[in-house]
């Protein structure tokens, strides 16, 4: 099984109503995803994706991903699809870092090589150990009442974990907005505080606190790693890190330095599931709980993540947030990736176990190989 052509495609996800997803860094309206089919001569085809949510969020951007695919592309073409671990050499033999483009590739790949052979996509990841994970809602930075009410429909329809946005405005609304979440849902759900970065260690310190009776996780407060290593011991909630895992390094460095109890991981932003793959083992190690999911995109990225979040030892296994709720369609209306009752199934078919459909993507705005 060789690859013969390679098709990028652009999709625009706008967020449901016109609104805003709102986090401390900004808000977008719209988010434009990049979608790799990966074409092979036996009439395979494979798909990946990757979807930065704004070029401030992270060191990743929508036109900094096309220019790297387009770096990459070309060696892969007429490439054996056998040794996943020889492609990704390729790609770096091409190209110095760019994981978040790497990762449409190490997605679409494994998605071949999951049809070629028949089974998921979780198979060839060390095999599922259940047939559906939990996922977790993410509320957008809002006022403390609406993001209470917010917060106990989600818990009422299923969720296990909610993930609480705040940062970019008064303190005093960011405690008050966790403690009226606090009252609204209790214990029926667990909690994350998501900082995405925006507070000063001072605010940060401030805010535990204010909120000091209510338990929750304190997701990527600060903006640096150096930052969030100053607050151990000076906080009394657990200090989970997101944004400053940028690859397998940073990872590496804060499980043995100790500087987080946990971790929000993201595929893309990892390079993709087989580096992720090392990570969730890494993490093992250490009995450390973390996440399995991306910044945005659609059916291709959300089932990328199910399928990993799938091998992970339930009791380390924090959830997986996927788009579904923030935007509308799918890109495979007969396979959807859905969250049902605050839960998604893992899908069973093989390969990722979705197939866009491409007429409805439209014309490429890339082509590549025969």
Not at 277 to 300: E, N
Request: glycine share 10%.
């Amino acid at each position: 099984m060789r690859i013969e052509t390679i098709n990028v495609y652009k999709c625009l996800l706008p967020v449901k109503g016109g609104s805003s997803y709102r986090m401390a860094s900004g808000s977008v309206q719209q988010l434009d995803s990049t979608l790799l089919e990966i074409a092979t001569d036996n009439g395979f085809k494979g798909w990946g994706e990757t979807c930065p949510i704004g070029p401030v969020y992270q060191p990743h951007h929508t036109l900094g991903a096309r220019a790297a695919i387009a770096e990459i592309a070309l060696g892969l073409i007429g490439q054996q699809v056998s040794s996943i671990r020889h492609l990704l050499k390729t790609m770096d033999e091409r190209l110095n870092g760019h994981g978040y483009a790497k990762a449409a590739f190490d997605i679409a790949l494994l998605d071949l090589l999951g049809q070629r052979l028949g089974v998921p996509v979780s198979t060839l990841l060390g095999g599922a150990l259940t047939d559906r994970v939990p996922s977790y809602y993410s509320t957008i930075v809002g006022t403390p009442e609406e993001t209470a009410r917010i917060a106990a429909d989600k818990v009422k329809s299923g969720y296990p974990r909610l993930q609480i946005k705040i940062g970019g405005r008064d303190l005093e609304q960011d405690a008050a907005t966790v403690h009226k979440v606090w009252e609204a849902v209790g214990y029926r759900a667990r909690i994350a505080v998501d900082g995405n970065r925006g507070l000063t260690i001072a605010a940060a310190i401030h805010l535990d606190r204010l909120c000091q009776s209510v338990p929750f996780v304190f997701e990527q407060p600060c903006n640096t790693m150096e930052e969030v290593a100053s607050l151990k011991g000076r906080l009394t909630h657990p200090v989970y890190l997101d944004e400053n895992t940028e690859d397998l390094n940073a990872v590496l460095r804060a499980i043995s330095s100790g500087i987080a109890d946990g971790f929000g991981l993201k595929v893309t932003r990892l390079g993709g599931l087989t580096k992720m793959t090392t990570v969730r083992d890494m993490c093992a190690i250490r009995s450390l709980p973390h996440t399995c999911d991306d910044a945005w995109g659609g059916d291709v990225i959300a089932a990328a993540c199910v399928h990993l979040a799938s091998t992970v030892e339930p009791r380390r296994f924090e959830g997986t947030w996927i788009a579904q709720e923030y935007i509308d369609g799918h890109y495979d209306p007969e396979n959807p990736i859905v969250i049902r009752n605050g839960h998604i199934s893992v899908p069973q078919r093989p390969g990722l176990g979705v197939q866009p459909e491409a007429k409805t993507l439209g014309e490429p705005i890339a082509r590549y190989g025969r």
